[in-house]
């Protein structure tokens, strides 16, 4: 299995294959991802290091032609010589609530179960690929993201100790389940 420790040879691995349509868009995410990997926790404006890397960052997540999917397929491509690699490969999952409380958030749904939360953002589900034997992280073998809508809400409500009742929100007003 191939350890990359340079952050920009692992972004040009993982996402030289990227079909965005146009190759300055795939220099660009391999551009990006290598300054974010080199700068783990900083936002873009300090990992970007100039005003034209900034500015190129904001336009390429902002593009309507770039698509997440494309460059997730990309990383899982990236993974597959590794995979083949191994005997035993576990799939880890899990369910994350990414949480944003900034002015932007109009677009993102509730990601708590009461139309009363404050907190917008959204869930991404993620598999992690580990090799059994050798505990060394492939890499993510999958991410699927969502935003949880109003009307979609689920509440729980507790109407005696021996039994829950589950009422759905249907346009912020809450209605018995059948």
């Known amino acids: 299995m191939m350890l990359i420790k340079d952050t920009e040879e692992w972004a040009s691995h993982l996402f030289k294959h990227a079909e965005l349509g146009d190759v300055r868009r795939t220099k660009r995410l391999i551009k990006i991802s290598h300054q974010m990997a080199s700068n783990i926790g900083s936002y873009i404006v300090n990992a970007s290091g100039s005003q034209a890397s900034i500015e190129g960052a904001y336009r390429f997540l902002r593009n309507d032609k770039?698509?997440?999917?494309n460059i997730a397929t990309a990383g899982l491509n990236s993974l597959l010589p590794a995979l083949t690699l191994s005997n035993t490969i576990l799939a880890l999952e899990d369910t994350s609530t990414l949480c944003y409380r900034h002015n932007l958030t109009k677009e993102l749904?509730?990601?708590?179960?009461?139309?009363q939360s404050s907190s917008k953002g959204m869930l991404a589900h993620t598999v992690l690929m580990v090799d059994a034997e050798t505990e060394h992280t492939i890499g993510l073998g999958a991410q699927h993201r969502w935003c949880r809508k109003m009307k979609t809400?689920?509440?729980?409500?507790?109407?005696?100790?021996?039994?829950?009742?589950?009422?759905?929100?249907?346009?912020?007003?809450?209605r018995r389940k059948k």
């Open 66 to 69: 770039v698509d997440a999917d």
């Open 153 to 174: 809400l689920v509440l729980l409500t507790t109407e005696n100790a021996a039994s829950t009742k589950r009422k759905k929100v249907i346009n912020g007003n809450a």
């Open 109 to 115: 749904g509730h990601t708590g179960a009461y139309k």
